[in-house]
């Protein structure tokens, strides 16, 4: 025992039981930093399955809904290089600074065009066009309307031309993103619909999006394609309000915003979807009967200046041509 108690109490021993300590600490805290590491790699890669996954299923969508395409063979060498070529200019020139803000992705995604592909298409067209104009239109004017003229002035012109085109892509992503909501907006009252139908008659809400997305597909693709995306984001997303609320960011529309407001709120607070469905769709057709009310009585105004300058010099000539006829005949007769 004494033996025991004078070991214990030895400076030596106690310096390598703590040495130990010390040494097992360090190994272990070494170990939680792979294992750490080998946790966050896991869910990087999970993350990555996901959004490939996501990808996948909104190229099979967009592929049964636009129906039987003609077969294309791989992605050639020169498509490649080209969109490389985009890539490398788009970095080279930071044009992403220069061009990019906050709301540059979600005016894109409301056009249709996701990824980063599209970024890169849309930034290397603004930055191209200006020159591209200049060139064309300074050749032009050089060669055909002001062949006579300085090649200086002709340059100012080519030069506003250029200018002008600069606000081209941004011209052209309006007006997509205007047909694209237009064709959302005269679907989207039949839409909520057929999702009250679906939810009424027992299905869940991501079998009634991916049902309507089909029962759509023919009368408007768009939403089809919206629908069919918040079905796979409802099938990964960890909050369903996300789904919801990206379906709503990516179309732009009010009405479809306050529908998936309803049914957040009705997904947060328990309440019944069906009632928030039904309460939406009557909304939906009493705004439809609204508009088209409304594009009734904006028909007279439309009218009236083509039939001032169409319709009535007509009728003045048909109503007096017998009678001017009628009056050089009489005299022609009298002569």
Same mark, same amino acid.
Request: hydrophobic share 45%; glycine share 6%.
């Given at each position: 025992?004494?033996?025991?108690?004078?070991? *214990?109490? %030895?400076?030596?021993?106690?310096?390598?039981?703590?040495?130990?300590?010390?040494?097992?600490?360090?190994?272990?805290?070494?170990?939680?930093?792979?294992?750490?590491?080998? %946790?966050?790699?896991? #869910?990087?890669?999970?993350?990555?399955? #996901?959004? *490939?996954?996501?990808?996948?299923?909104?190229?099979?969508?967009?592929?049964?809904?636009?129906?039987?395409?003609?077969?294309?063979?791989?992605?050639?060498?020169?498509?490649?290089?080209?969109?490389?070529?985009?890539?490398?200019?788009?970095? =080279?020139?930071?044009? !992403?600074?220069?061009? #990019?803000?906050?709301?540059?992705?979600?005016?894109?995604?409301?056009?249709?065009?996701?990824?980063? &592909?599209?970024?890169?298409?849309?930034?290397?067209?603004?930055?191209?066009?200006?020159?591209?104009?200049?060139?064309?239109?300074?050749?032009?004017?050089?060669?055909?309307?002001?062949?006579?003229?300085?090649?200086?002035?002709?340059?100012?012109?080519? $030069?506003?031309?250029?200018?002008?085109?600069?606000?081209?892509?941004?011209?052209?992503?309006?007006?997509?993103?205007?047909?694209?909501?237009?064709?959302?907006?005269?679907?989207?009252?039949?839409?909520?619909?057929?999702?009250? $139908?679906?939810?009424?008659?027992?299905?869940?809400?991501?079998?009634?999006?991916?049902?309507?997305?089909?029962? $759509?597909?023919?009368?408007?693709?768009?939403?089809?394609? !919206?629908?069919?995306?918040?079905? &796979?984001? *409802?099938?990964?997303?960890?909050?369903?309000?996300?789904?919801? %609320?990206?379906?709503?960011?990516?179309?732009?529309?009010?009405? #479809? =915003?306050?529908?998936?407001?309803? $049914?957040?709120?009705? %997904?947060?607070?328990?309440?019944?979807?069906?009632?928030?469905?039904?309460?939406?769709?009557?909304?939906?057709?009493?705004?439809?009967?609204?508009?088209?009310?409304?594009?009734?009585?904006?028909?007279?105004?439309?009218?009236?200046?083509? *039939?001032?300058?169409?319709?009535?010099?007509?009728?003045?000539?048909?109503?007096?041509?017998?009678?001017?006829?009628?009056?050089?005949?009489?005299?022609?007769?009298?002569?």
């Amino acid at each position: 025992m004494e033996n025991l108690i004078s070991t *214990l109490t %030895d400076t030596r021993f106690l310096v390598a039981v703590l040495a130990a300590v010390a040494a097992a600490a360090v190994v272990f805290t070494i170990g939680a930093t792979f294992f750490s590491g080998n %946790d966050t790699k896991k #869910v990087r890669q999970r993350i990555r399955r #996901v959004a *490939l996954e996501r990808e996948k299923m909104r190229a099979e969508e967009m592929a049964r809904l636009r129906g039987p395409q003609p077969e294309s063979g791989p992605r050639t060498i020169r498509q490649q290089a080209g969109r490389d070529y985009m890539k490398n200019v788009v970095k =080279r020139f930071s044009l !992403e600074k220069a061009f #990019v803000d906050a709301g540059t992705a979600d005016a894109l995604a409301r056009a249709g065009y996701r990824g980063q &592909a599209a970024m890169t298409t849309y930034l290397f067209a603004r930055f191209v066009t200006p020159f591209v104009l200049f060139i064309l239109a300074f050749a032009y004017l050089s060669l055909t309307v002001f062949a006579d003229r300085p090649l200086w002035m002709n340059g100012i012109y080519a $030069l506003l031309v250029g200018l002008i085109g600069a606000y081209l892509p941004i011209l052209m992503l309006k007006n997509k993103t205007q047909k694209r909501q237009q064709s959302i907006r005269r679907a989207w009252p039949d839409a909520l619909d057929l999702m009250l $139908l679906c939810v009424e008659s027992g299905m869940s809400v991501e079998h009634a999006f991916k049902r309507v997305s089909r029962e $759509l597909a023919g009368q408007s693709p768009e939403l089809a394609e !919206e629908l069919s995306l918040t079905t &796979a984001e *409802l099938s990964f997303l960890e909050e369903r309000s996300r789904a919801f %609320d990206n379906l709503g960011r990516r179309t732009g529309l009010d009405v #479809v =915003r306050s529908v998936m407001t309803s $049914l957040i709120q009705a %997904d947060r607070y328990g309440t019944s979807v069906g009632t928030s469905l039904r309460v939406m769709a009557e909304e939906g057709r009493e705004q439809r009967m609204n508009d088209a009310e409304k594009k009734a009585a904006s028909l007279p105004p439309k009218l009236t200046v083509p *039939l001032i300058v169409f319709f009535l010099p007509v009728l003045f000539i048909v109503i007096i041509s017998p009678a001017i006829i009628r009056v050089f005949q009489q005299n022609m007769s009298m002569g």
